[in-house]
């Protein structure tokens, strides 16, 4: 099972670029990697999944060098709203898409 | 509209009282999990059912069960609740494979007493 290592904390300012790095050496073969957003005494949101190279969508972008050992979550023009928890999971493909959390990212954005 | 539907939002029981927490989908996915989450600390996983099969994490405490009557529903049984075992228990589904988008309910947060 591939354990998944991302900085504890982060500080950000409104407007700026965040990129948040995780570190996931054992990834296997099959293995995709998810992100997800978390607001306190809420459930987790997905925000993307990808495999390899670059994945964009409206909220965010995620890049996968080649070796897939880490991965990096790029939130374009932060707002104080994305003030939160970023976990990075690896989904186990087979064990039936079993999602585990590593411990996550806190986000802090400022005015 | 809720896909992911958790009752109740919140729930007081008794120490060693049995308590059940239930969960709901209008998705229709495959996968149904049960998280545990405790203040300041990610979700943790208690087991997941595959379809009907049923996926224990290894340090899951034999005082949490789970059933699957249905694919709608699912739900977490805590035997003989603890002062230890309160805190926000999630439900989510997924598609399973290769789709890793889950979607989670809104909790229920345990308190015992």
């Known amino acids: 099972l591939a354990k998944t290592t991302q900085p504890i904390s982060m500080d950000s300012y409104e407007g700026q670029e965040v990129n948040i790095t995780c570190s996931h050496n054992?990834?296997?073969?099959?293995?995709?990697i998810t992100w997800y957003q978390q607001f306190p005494s809420q459930g987790p949101r997905f925000i993307i999944q990808?495999?390899?190279t670059k994945v964009t969508n409206e909220v965010a972008s995620l890049f996968i060098p080649a070796d897939r050992k880490s991965s990096t979550l790029s939130l374009p023009r932060v707002s104080l709203s994305d003030t939160a928890v970023y976990y990075c999971?690896?989904?186990?493909?087979?064990?039936?898409?079993?999602?585990?959390f590593g411990q996550g990212t806190e986000l802090s954005v400022k005015p | 509209d809720a896909m992911v539907i958790q009752n109740p939002r919140y729930q007081v029981t008794q120490f060693g009282k049995p308590v059940t927490l239930s969960c709901s989908q209008t998705?229709?996915?495959?996968?149904m999990y049960w998280y545990q989450q405790k203040s300041s600390q990610a979700p943790k996983l208690l087991f997941h059912?595959?379809?009907?099969?049923?996926?224990n994490e290894a340090d899951t405490p034999d005082n949490f069960q789970s059933r699957r009557p249905n694919t709608s529903f699912c739900f977490l049984d805590i035997r003989s609740p603890g002062l230890g075992d309160a805190a926000m228990y999630l439900c989510?589904?997924?598609?399973?494979?290769?789709?890793?988008?889950?979607?989670f309910g809104q909790g229920t947060r345990l308190t015992v007493v």
């Open positions: 054992n990834i296997a073969t099959n293995d995709y």
């Open positions: 059912y595959y379809d009907k099969d049923f996926n």
């Open positions: 989510a589904t997924s598609k399973g494979g290769m789709d890793t988008e889950a979607f």
């Open positions: 998705l229709n996915h495959n996968v």
């Open positions: 999971l690896v989904a186990v493909s087979n064990q039936g898409g079993k999602l585990i």
């Open positions: 990808g495999y390899k």
